[in-house]
């Protein structure tokens, strides 16, 4: 079922919360809708599911509005970062408590818990309190609990945030697994450029209660739509007005991608640099080159081997190769 947003604005006082929003969502696809804290992705995630009223604009679900449809009645499945488990329920009871609430029968119940707990890697976990569940195999369990009744529509607000590191990285990719083999589609909201990029087959990114850009996650890192997207998907060699001018493009605004950059020795064909900072980031070093002939200091991550036959240290000069591929104009910082 494909899903799409047109013109969707909510204000809460003076506060403009999400501003005009149009959006499509492809039948079966998942969509991560990725921006800063208090950009409005959460508020567009609750206006999609029902639990807001927009102020202007359509919510429609293959062509029908929603508009008169409460949430409950939508038939979407979400899952939140909190869980939202029923602490006095087995695994089985949570994962089957919208079974229970839409009168499946106890026998198609039971094979619709089994399959779900073996898509979601807890198969003979039917009988655990949740509390005696790590947060992985808790959000594992919601996930379940949502995806039970079928939903036209699967909303996942942060849904690994109240997870550690090392366990977000493995379960981003396991989600992204999950979620590629539904037949229906997702809406994912994270904060997390990263796990936007793995779990998510289109990126819409948002800025102050707008879409700045939507794209496959590739797309936006290599066309990064204005300043302000470069640097919040990481670049870090993003100039603007009088330094911007003084680069090879001369535009107002650009950006040079040091990870198609190379460091090499003082050649014909490179541009000399200098070191004026080096510290090194885990297993990557990390550079601050000065570059006399455009007047500006850029950053340059890579590995030790790229630095040989020595450590780098403030002083050391390099050739910076950049090709062409590796400038972009960009539309300033608005």
Known sequence: MSLRLEGVAKRYGSVVAVDGVSLE???????????????????????????EAPDAGTVALDGVDLAATPPAKRRFGMVFQDYALFPYLDVAGNVAFGLVEARVPAQR???????????????????RKVDE?????RQRVALARALAPEPRLLLLDEPLSNLDAKLREALKFELRGILAG?????VYVTHDQGEAFTVADRVALMRE?????????????????????????????????????????GTDAALLRADLTRLVDLQAGAIAATVTGAVREGLEWRLSLAVPAWGVTVAWRGFERELLPEPPAPGRRYGLQVPAAAWQALEGDA
């Not at 119940?109 to 009988?127: K, P």
């Not at 539904?182 to 997702?186: M, V």
């Not at 993003?238 to 090879?248: D, T």
């Open 209 to 249: 209660g707008r879409i700045v850009q939507v794209g496959e996650g590739e797309e936006l890192i290599a066309r990064p739509a204005n300043a302000w997207a470069a640097r919040f998907l990481g670049h870090d060699n993003v100039f603007e007005g009088a330094e911007a001018r003084r680069l090879p493009l």
């Open 133 to 137: 569940l790590s947060g992985g195999q």
């Open 182 to 186: 539904l037949p229906t589609g997702a």
């Open 25 to 51: 969502l492809p039948p079966a696809t998942t969509l991560a809708l990725l921006g800063p804290s208090g950009c409005g992705k959460s508020t567009l995630l609750r206006l999609i599911a029902g639990l």
């Open 109 to 127: 119940r039971a094979a619709r818990v089994a399959d779900l707990l073996e898509l979601v890697g807890l198969a003979g976990f039917e009988r």
